[in-house]
């Protein structure tokens, strides 16, 4: 079913799972006596047309009347989605959603899509844009977390075969270790948060460079390249690349978490450690 707070009670009632040929996305069901579904695109009633738009509500079970009422009374619910055969579709949050190469994209619906291919850990995929001021519009950025990341090349050609012939995207592809993507406390992926730290760990990669630049040793080729352990760098070099980064990048490691009597060096090996010790 679909329902919200603000609803007080569902909107939608399903009788079973049911999707659409050729669209990862499940039926929320029917509306329920008493709720009026609208899709609204560009200022414009969709509803009968099958478009896609912002999904809005009227119904008996509102408290008050809350929000946006200015088209026919209905509640803007911040989602989007589409009717179909008098049943709801929901593809994802309004604020998530975006446009590259002037197509929309459903970063929900592209998700989905990612989560049968073969060692990729169903649920743990993430799409987000990728603003770029050079072409004037944003590419498409997708994660995925994987158990095995010697076959991240496998993946990675499988996600672009998937997502051309789907969505025809080329996006930019990142396979990660479990646990890298970030999801909320209600257990939801937050595309927001993961992309930050997909930005943080670039700006670190760079920044660990400049630094072994300076120390006339070898640059870093990915974010698992070892530091210490690999003896690139020895105990006083971590340190003192530690200040480096907190002054460079105005960021902060955890000290309780290091031990500050006692640094483990283990912890903070690689680009990735240091972005899982960061405050």
Known sequence: CYAMAENIFAVTQSNGIKSLEGMAVASCGKAIPGVSILIRKDGKDVTSTGGIGDIMIKSSSMSRKIGDNDFYGYYCTGDLGFMSNDELYVVGRDKDCFTSFGNNVYPHIVEQSLNNILNVIPGRSCCFNIPSQDIGTNRVGVLVETDDVQYSDDIKRNISGIMKELFDISPFIYVEKRNFLIKTSSGKVSRS????????????????????????????????????????????????????????????????????????MSLIDNVNGIIDMLV
């Not at 690139?232 to 002054?247: G, H, R, V």
């Open 193 to 264: 948060a993961t992309k930050d730290k997909i930005d943080t760990r670039d700006r670190i990669l760079l920044c660990v460079n400049d630094f072994l630049k300076f120390k006339r040793k070898s640059c870093l080729t990915n974010s698992e390249d070892r530091l210490h352990s690999s003896g690139l760098l020895d105990s006083m070099d971590m340190l003192e690349l530690i200040l480096f980064l907190e002054k460079t990048l105005n960021i902060q490691l955890n000290k309780d978490k290091l031990n500050s009597l006692k640094i483990d």
